[in-house]
């Protein structure tokens, strides 16, 4: 592997000058030195603990490209936004950008002038960036978050499975994988996929002598006074409380500000401005506290967080870590309490259970995808609705036929955009003349107006004036580069192409089905591991530590165990041999609606309040009956719902 850097670079120097740190921290160093020496590197460390550094200045002492994939668009933004304030050609793709904006990137990567590039997984399914890419050396590829590679992990995402094979065909002469939360089974997965050498795995620890772990559950009538109560008896500071329900972001929320504390929710339902405001407000302030889902704190970079409440429970242990791991940045001691009980397991439970596709749906999205012409198009949401399947879980069983080599992905597109004239359409034309007024006033004229926007379908518009697509798009981008318009884009279809057709189309269909259920599983179990950790006696840190391959050789003396804190069982309820509801109304609920209500699990789900595309599109989660048995587990209704049918019969 080629090594263009300096035999000795002088990274103390680029530390102090480019990034103001005088001395590097823990494992820092030692990774910088594995990339620079030409090895490829996976580095495990705390949350807050300056992951991004170790790519960053890496970075400035190599001499192509370094591309850092990260799903965190506001990480994304801000680590940008740092690194032009210091001098350093760097640039970010995501969905925010506007065409003039992309251009310009486009223009300076093919120039060779961008250091580094941040970009979200999704966008190497866009054959033409790939082009772009192939054109490029890249020097480092970083894969922030790369425990979303595994199956096995946490927090899998169907796009990372395809980094590993990506690396090799753009020729990427080393790559970083960065994780906070690693289990060893994961960190061997990481190292496999990315052929990562044992001496090249650096793990810095989990252990956290400054934050002092408690579990002290409360059931959920008193649990709100038992909140309020702690944070109005202790010093006040900057606090999260971490729900696990959009609606308890509010009403906890609501309820610690009548009893006059500075509280406010956050969650992926609010609007994107109103986010901001929140996460602003929160980062500004020395004792705001938000009370939000697991959307909130990824990429925040706030060092004096000194408390972090689990209202309900954590989802996982990686989860958990992740999340205690944004208290006390600054060193200083900070607390970390899990007021949640057993029963807040049966909710986290039924996610799962709401994500698994049926069977049926999963054969019939093999069959329709195997029946596809040598080269086709899709949308996900499309599919989505007609196969009664999450989209997340269509996007993962497209990513699986495409690791079998079944499919393979083109280009993504737009079917429809949408513009709005900054000024009177006929003098947008009137600035050109022959065809290109004509071509013009025809796709004006074409397009549907609403109040202040128009939208054109971009086939049709091609069709009508005997165009192809990319004149179409490319004449609305020109105008808003001109500042003519602007543009927004929807109806986006990813291209595949049928690469090998399988030999054996049901073994393929078994197979998936089986690492679907399989997935389902190991989900459920990590809801176990939570709760044994947090309800079995004896030292919390040494057991979570435990779980992440690292031993201590005493209890920690920092953890509510050691502290000698008792606390009683909290076992789950269990459901009673009934339904609280006439049964007769779901039978006919069923028969009104059987695209949504036909199988046993599309009807324990709307009983059990998990939402799908069909349930969505029928307005079932309005009815009285979504949800009344959110508290019970699903397995306890799919079996309710199961002697329903055989009584019926």
């Known amino acids: 592997m080629a090594q263009d850097h300096a035999a000795t670079p002088d990274l103390l120097r680029t530390l102090r000058d480019v990034f103001g740190f005088t001395r590097f921290r823990q494992g820092q160093e030692e990774v910088i030195r594995t990339l620079l020496g030409g090895k490829s590197a996976l580095a495990v460390f705390p949350t807050g603990s300056g992951k991004s550094l170790c790519y960053q200045l890496t970075a400035l002492h190599l001499p192509g490209l370094t591309l850092v994939v990260s799903p965190l668009i ?51 399914s866009n054959e033409g960036f790939l082009q772009k890419l192939q054109r490029c050396r890249i020097s480092l590829l970083v894969v922030d978050e790369a425990h979303c590679i595994s199956e096995w992990g946490h927090n899998f995402r169907p796009d990372y499975l395809k980094l590993a094979g990506l690396s090799g065909k753009l020729g990427v002469e080393r790559v970083l994988a960065l994780t906070a939360t690693a289990t060893p089974a994961v960190a061997k997965d990481i190292c496999r996929e990315f052929s990562i050498s044992p001496e090249g795995y650096i793990h810095t620890g989990f252990h956290r002598p400054n934050l002092f772990l408690r579990a002290q559950p409360h059931p959920e009538p008193k649990r709100l006074e038992a909140l309020a109560e702690r944070l109005q008896s202790q010093p006040r500071g900057s606090t999260i409380v971490y729900v696990t329900l959009q609606r308890t972001a509010e009403e906890v929320a609501a ?56 209202y309900n429970l954590p ?55 195997l029946a596809q012409p040598a080269e086709f198009d899709v949308s996900v949401h499309e599919l989505s609705r007609k196969h009664d399947v999450r989209p997340l879980v269509v996007s993962t069983l497209l990513t699986y036929l495409e690791l079998v080599g079944v499919i393979e992905a083109t280009s993504p597109f737009y079917t429809e955009y949408h513009f709005e004239p900054l000024r009177p359409t006929a003098e947008i034309v009137g600035r050109f003349q022959g065809e290109r007024a004509v071509f013009l006033q025809t796709l004006f004229a074409g397009a549907r107006k609403a109040r202040k926007w128009f939208a054109v379908d971009i086939p049709a518009a091609a069709a009508d004036l005997g165009s192809s697509r990319q004149r179409v798009v490319r004449a609305l981008n020109f105008l808003e580069q001109e500042g003519e318009l602007k543009l927004k884009v929807t109806g986006l279809r990813q291209g595949y192409r049928i690469k090998q057709s ?123 009956l979504f949800g009344s048995l959110a508290e019970v587990p699903f397995t306890d209704v799919l079996g309710q719902v199961r002697q329903l049918q055989k009584q019926d019969c």
């Open 74 to 124: 506001a990480l994304m933004k801000d680590q940008v936004d740092v690194l032009r304030r210091g001098k350093v050609e760097a640039a970010r793709l995501d969905s925010t950008l506007g065409a003039v904006e992309l251009r310009q990137i486009d223009a300076d990567l093919s120039a060779g002038k961008l250091r580094l590039l941040y970009v979200a997984p999704e966008r190497f």
């Open 255 to 310: 309820g610690l500000g009548q009893q006059g504390l500075p509280a406010r929710a956050y969650h992926a339902g609010l609007a994107t401005e109103e986010r901001e405001t929140v996460q602003n407000w929160f980062m500004d302030t020395a004792n705001g506290i938000v009370v939000a889902t697991i959307a909130f704190g990824m990429g925040i970079d706030k060092a004096d967080v000194r408390y972090v409440y689990h």
């Open 315 to 369: 989802k996982t242990l990686e989860n958990y870590s992740q999340e205690i791991g944004r208290a006390g940045r600054d060193g200083k001691p900070a607390t970390c309490e899990v007021l949640g009980t057993a029963d807040d397991a049966v909710v986290l439970e039924n996610f799962t259970y709401g994500d698994t596709p049926e069977p049926a749906s999963v054969s019939a999205l093999v069959e329709m995808i």
């Open 502 to 624: 399988p030999n054996q189309p049901d073994h393929l269909k078994a197979k998936l089905i089986e690492r679907f259920e399989a997935l389902e599983a190991q989900s459920v179990a990590r809801v176990g591991q939570v709760l044994e950790l947090l309800f079995t006696p004896g030292c919390l840190v040494r057991r979570l530590l435990r779980h992440f391959g690292e031993e201590l050789n005493q209890d920690c003396g920092h953890c509510g165990p050691c502290a000698g804190e008792q606390f009683g069982p909290a076992l789950r309820r269990r459901s009673g041999a009934f339904l609280p509801f006439e049964t007769t109304e779901l039978a006919a609920l069923s028969r009104k609606h059987p695209g949504a209500l036909a199988t046993l699990r599309q009807k324990a789900r709307f009983l059990c309040g998990l939402s799908s595309p069909r349930l969505t599109d029928a307005k079932l989660s309005r009815h009285h």
